[in-house]
Each structure stands twice: as structure tokens, then as C-alpha cells.
């Protein structure tokens, strides 16, 4: 089989690697694919993820079987719409169901809708009655989110009346996030653990996945502004079976049953972002693709090949599916340049080792190949250095050494993942 996998980053070559291990697939084209994942995959670095004419003429050409869109935006923009106008099979949300992630306005008013547990929330398209709403005595902090897609960047956390102002002038009158900012939602701030759990689902059946946790500001103790992700471990230890069940009976399964009702059937990954609050659990938010970096913990503990489930997704047949996991533990530290998530270099040399332990796997986020076929960084997050161990602890012990032996001018990683995870698990 040919398989296409749109987008270019740890995420598309944690799911390319897992792809590969189906003996029947010949080729895989990235779509634009990276330096790294060269390795693995034919990239095409001329078509980017957003080029959805390009994709779709791309996938007919090289008759591709099946396709995999995995980035947010070009979910959000119709591209598996348009694969399947072109009659190509794939694996994702149509534009419809993707606005589950891309209007946080859509995703609350559904959840209220239909009695999900989520925080609770006023929206405003006109910036004087957001401000007029944060000086009727709201409690601080408040979290204040742009609707639209914001590169998981669009959402502020005052811890002040005044704070609150400035944000709402930040994302609607400076646009600081663009036309995302065009609506916002204030909501109430909530406190606890916070779970990323993704699941695949036909619209219908579904079938979570390991539960996992990603550490998503820049420093360490949580410090810092917020990033795409640092880090991740999986499966998190908050996660009870009996947490589990609860998700699945007044969140999961409701989700699935509201977005068929409102004509809208999710069909793909749905990545359920909870917080573990006193009250219950409640959803954060909803992505209707794999998490970044959750995937590369995730699929690493996946003993059932990817590709059936994905085909059974398509064919809505996963309820016949039995999707089986590891035992054991993952962890992913993230290799950033310097600076980001502001101002970083690019263009930096990366040396890796010729040999890794076995249970170590480098998922490439941000590199290129220059014309001397070397690796050199190009993002802001450019590595993800996964290792599988039987316990947490000996997981991230190995990640962190192996992070360790990579090397390139200005790597930054926080030094804290897991930590609050293995406490958790500790009882410390
Ligand atoms: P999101 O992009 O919606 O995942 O939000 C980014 C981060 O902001 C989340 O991972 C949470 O840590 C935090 N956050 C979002 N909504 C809330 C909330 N209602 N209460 C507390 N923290 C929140
Ligand atoms: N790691 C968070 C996300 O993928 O949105």
C-alpha cells in the first residue's frame, strides 16, 4: 500500500514509524514531512500541510490508498473532505466534526448542550461586554480563550482584574491570535490534575487510548509561557480505572453521541483534554486530531497495528476491534532551541548518536537536511527523545540520558518531566 501523511512534525513521525510496522505498506509520503523523518518516509517539502489542492492532486497522482491528516489546520480546512470527494480513503475528521477543536464557541455551547462537564463560561463577540462581564465581580484568576485555532496558544489566565483587560484587548482588538480572536470565551478557572486521554472512534464505537500527560509551560516547576508541549509521559497515574470508567460514561461516550445528533459524526482521533477537578472530571478542551507530543508515548505502547485500526475508523467497523496496549510506561522529553517559545535560532548543526538503546526512539519535530545530507534545526521544538521502560521511573531515566547524548548550539529541555507523575504513583 502507498499511505500519505499530512504534516511535518514529532507527531506524523511518531504515527509514520508506527505505520512501517505493517509489512503490507510499500511507500509513505510526507506531507511535508521533516529532516528526520526522511529517514522513514518519501517527504515532499514543496507541499505544505495547508495546501489542500496540492495535497489532494498529490494523493491522486501517486495513487495513494490511504491517507492520514493529522495537523489541526488542514483537518479544520476540509482536507479529508476533499481526500474523500477524490475518492481516497482516510483517517480523520471531516471539516464538520474538526470544529470540535477549531470554535471553542461551538465546543462549549455543545457541552452545555448536551450536559457535559466542563467549566463554566459566558461567550462575547463585542470587546465592551467581555469587559463589562470581568467587572461584574468574576473571581480571578479567569481563563479568557480565542475561539479559533491559535497554535494552542490562544488562551490567557489573568490573575487580575487588570490583566483580564489587557488580555481582551490583546486577542480582540490587537488580534493578537488573528481572526481566532474575532470570539471569545471567558470561563471559570478550574484546579487539578490534567489528563490528556485520545481515543479513536468511528463515531460511534470507541476506543481510548494509554492515558498520558504532557508539561506544556516553558520551565520547569511549570514555569514560564506556554509551549506546544515539553514533555510527556504516559500512561498518567491521576488516570484510575475508575476515572476511566466515569470519562467514558459522562463524557466519551456523550461526546460521540452529541456530535452525531448534531449531524456532525466524529470520525478519527478525538483528544479529550481534562482536568481532574474536585468536583469530577471536566473537559478543557477538545482536539480533533492526536496530541503533540502526546502520540509519541502513545503509540510507542500500541501493540495493535495502526493502520487496521485506522482502516476499521474509516470502514466504521472498530466495534469489532479489539485494540490492545503494552504493559509499561513511556516518557518524551523535548528537545527545544534555545529562546523558543519566543525568539531562536535556526540553522544549528545536530549530532546523534550512531546507536541507541532499543527501547529509545528519536521523533523529529524541527530539522531539515542541509545539501551535505546533515541534520540541522529548523523549529522551535526539534526533537522528542521517547523511551519505553517497564516503570515510569526507569523510563524517564533512560529518556533523560539519551536526551543527553544528543547534541546541538542552544538545546533547552526542562528537566522535570514526570516528576509530578512518579510522585503521584510514589505516594510522595
Ligand atoms: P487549551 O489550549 O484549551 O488546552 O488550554 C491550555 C492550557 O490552559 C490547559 O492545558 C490548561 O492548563 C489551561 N486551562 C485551560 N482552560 C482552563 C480552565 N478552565 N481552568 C484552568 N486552566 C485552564
Ligand atoms: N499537546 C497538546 C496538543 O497537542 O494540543
Redesign the pocket.
Known amino acids: 500500500m502507498n499511505l500519505l501523511v499530512v504534516g511535518g512534525g514529532g507527531r506524523e513521525h511518531a504515527i509514520i514509524k508506527k505505520l512501517r510496522e505493517n509489512p503490507s505498506v510499500k511507500t509513505i509520503y510526507a506531507l511535508p514531512g521533516n529532516g528526520g523523518i526522511a529517514a522513514d518516509a518519501v517527504c515532499v517539502p514543496e507541499i505544505g500541510a495547508k495546501d489542500i489542492d496540492k495535497i489532494v492532486d498529490f494523493a491522486r497522482a501517486r495513487r495513494v490508498d490511504f491517507a492520514v491528516v493529522a495537523p489541526d489546520d488542514p483537518l479544520a480546512l476540509g482536507c479529508v473532505d476533499r481526500l474523500h470527494e477524490a475518492g481516497i480513503p482516510c483517517f480523520g475528521p471531516d471539516a464538520r466534526a474538526a470544529c470540535i477543536e477549531a470554535s ?1 464557541v461551538f465546543s462549549k455551547n455543545l457541552m452545555k448542550k448536551y450536559g457535559i462537564p466542563t ?1 463554566e463560561y459566558a461567550v462575547f463577540d463585542d470587546p465592551s461586554k467581555a469587559l463589562a462581564h470581568l467587572q461584574s465581580g468574576v473571581s480571578f ?1 479567569i ?1 479568557i ?1 480565542a475561539d479559533g485555532l491559535a497554535l ?4 490567557l ?1 489573568p490573575q487580575t482584574l487588570r490583566e483580564a483587560e489587557a488580555a481582551v484587548k490583546t486577542i480582540m482588538e490587537d488580534r493578537a491570535f488573528g481572526d481566532s480572536g474575532r470570539e471569545i470565551v471567558i ?5 487539578g490534575p ?1 489528563v490528556s486521554v485520545l481515543a479513536f472512534t468511528d463515531g460511534t464505537a470507541i476506543r481510548p487510548m494509554v492515558s498520558s500527560m ?1 508539561h ?1 509551560r516553558a520551565g520547569d516547576g511549570d514555569t514560564g509561557l ?1 509551549t506546544g508541549g515539553m514533555g510527556t509521559v504516559a500512561p498518567n497515574p491521576y488516570y484510575t480505572p475508575e476515572i476511566a470508567a466515569e470519562c467514558m460514561e459522562k463524557i466519551f461516550l456523550p461526546t460521540l453521541a452529541a456530535m452525531r445528533t448534531e449531524g456532525r459524526p466524529f470520525k478519527g482521533c478525538l483528544y479529550f ?1 481534562l ?1 481532574l477537578t474536585p468536583a469530577g472530571p471536566k473537559v ?2 477538545y482536539n480533533c486530531r492526536f496530541g503533540d507530543p502526546e502520540t509519541q508515548v502513545v503509540l510507542p505502547l500500541l501493540k495493535t497495528d495502526l493502520l487496521t485500526i485506522m482502516e476499521a475508523v474509516e470502514n466504521e467497523t472498530l466495534g469489532s476491534l479489539e485494540v490492545e496496549w503494552r504493559d509499561g510506561a513511556a516518557a518524551c522529553v523535548i528537545l527545544a532551541s534555545g529562546g523558543y517559545p519566543e525568539h531562536y535560532e535556526k540553522g544549528k548543526a545536530i549530532t546523534v548518536p550512531e546507536s541507541l538503546p532499543e527501547n529509545i526512539t528519536i521523533y523529529h519535530a524541527g530539522d531539515r537536511r542541509t545539501e551535505d545530507g546533515a541534520l540541522s534545526t529548523c523549529g522551535g521544538r526539534v526533537l522528542g527523545v521517547t523511551a519505553v521502560a517497564p516503570t515510569l521511573r526507569g523510563a524517564l531515566a533512560d529518556a533523560y540520558a539519551a536526551a543527553g547524548s544528543v547534541e546541538f548550539e542552544g538545546k533547552y529541555l526542562r528537566t522535570d518531566i514526570g516528576r509530578r507523575a512518579l510522585c503521584a504513583l510514589e505516594g510522595r
Do not use: C, H, Q, R
Open positions: 471553542k467549566a484568576p481563563v480563550k494552542g496558544k490562544g488562551v489566565i470561563e471559570e478557572f478550574l484546579t490534567e504532557d506544556k506556554n483534554g482536568m478543557i478542551e
